[in-house]
């Protein structure tokens, strides 16, 4: 029995279990010249999937009603008749929500999980890690003895770059959505200061409490009224790198906020929006970063797995609503 996660219908405004469909089909899969046979073992839930189920035009095609989710995965070759890859091997790559599925082979890499754990190349040694180094490096430029804020801090992408900020000499403060989150960055990831958005009435006073000496480069993972209050406290020619807004990925209305302009104007700021695949050129000098510091210990890396691929759709909404801690992944 293989079985696939499919998109029923396209969500308006937060997703639910009901625009999911689960389909099981009967019998053996066949693979013809040039084709693996490929079984799910880690499956990435990932914030960008909510733009893929809207038919809203954006950097990436959206997804298709009736059709397969798909997203990155570590599969395993159970069979191949491909030349590149062979029985036993494990590949990772964007492929469908089915426990099993054929591939072409095109756009999958081999993995070894002999130098690290499977799931570790769907985060940190994978998109999640490329998109804090490479945002943080070629938007942020950052320098040592500056001031970072990152929003999302306590998730997949933001306890990267705060702990690259700090091996970098930075002063790292973290936003994120609970007092476990906040305590977690700063007793396990080294930030020195975090701040739990729920809790806070005045973010701009408590950015400021943070950063006396003002924010020179924000790593913004979710845009919205967070974002705002960090404007009120950049410095002069701060970078700000824009990752991502999943504070406003599910809202139905276009989000209205403050103007962005006269803070830029006064600080000479720059804001710039940020695509990891926008820097494919540079991911083996950032993967031989991420892997160095990995080996030496300076980098460490935080994961919720969910055990079960018919959990995979609830996953993707958990992360969503904030009960990951680190990159959220389904073992299929
Ligand atoms: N541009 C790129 O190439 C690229 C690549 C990867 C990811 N991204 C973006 O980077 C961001 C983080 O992605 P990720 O994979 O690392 O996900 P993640 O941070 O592991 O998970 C999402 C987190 O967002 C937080 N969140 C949810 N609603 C929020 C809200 N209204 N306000 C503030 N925080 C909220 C939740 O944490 P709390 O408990 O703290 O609320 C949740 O844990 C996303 O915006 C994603 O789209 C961009």
Redesign the pocket.
């Given at each position: 029995m293989n079985t696939s996660i499919t998109l029923k219908q396209r969500p308006v405004g937060t997703p639910t279990l009901a625009d999911f469909e689960m389909k099981e089909q009967e019998g053996n899969l066949t693979i013809s010249d040039g084709e693996l046979l490929l079984k799910s073992i880690y499956i990435s839930v990932?914030?960008?999937l909510r733009g893929r189920m809207s038919a809203a035009k954006s950097y990436i095609p959206p997804f298709e009603v009736g059709k397969p989710i798909s997203s990155g995965i570590v599969a395993e070759v159970l069979d191949s008749k491909n030349k590149k890859f062979n029985k036993g091997d494990f590949v990772a790559g964007s492929l469908e929500w089915k426990t099993q599925q054929v591939s072409n082979g095109v756009g999958l890499q081999k993995v070894d999980k002999d130098k690290a754990p499977l799931s570790a190349y769907l985060g940190i040694i994978g998109?999640?890690g490329l998109?804090a180094f490479l945002g943080l490096h070629e938007i942020g430029k950052p320098k040592k003895g500056e001031t970072m804020v990152v929003?999302?801090a306590?998730?997949?992408?933001?306890t990267v770059v705060g702990q690259i900020g700090k091996i970098l000499g930075l002063t790292v403060i973290g936003i994120?959505?609970?007092d476990e989150?906040v305590a977690m960055l700063k007793s396990e990831l080294g930030f020195d200061h975090g701040i739990n958005?729920k809790t806070t009435k005045d973010m701009k006073a408590a950015i400021q409490e943070a950063a006396p000496n003002g924010v020179d480069i924000y790593y913004d993972?979710?845009g919205?009224p967070?974002s705002d209050a960090v404007l009120f406290n950049i410095n002069k020619f701060a970078r700000m790198i824009i990752?991502?807004?999943?504070?406003v990925y599910n809202k139905t209305e276009i989000p209205t906020g403050i103007s962005v302009q006269p803070f830029l104007v006064k600080n000479s700021a720059l804001m710039q929006g940020?695509?990891?695949?926008n820097y494919a050129d540079k991911f083996p000098d950032a993967m031989k970063h991420l892997s160095t510091w990995l080996t030496e210990g300076k980098l460490t890396y935080k994961e919720t797995i969910v055990e079960g691929f018919e959990n995979t759709p609830q996953a993707f909404l958990d992360?969503?609503?904030?009960k990951?801690k680190?990159?959220?992944i389904v073992k299929a």
């Open positions: 990932d914030p960008y998109m999640t998109t929003s999302g306590a998730g997949a992408v933001g994120a959505g609970s989150k958005y993972n979710v919205g967070i990752c991502g807004a999943i504070s940020f695509i990891v695949s992360m969503m609503a904030g990951n680190g990159k959220m």
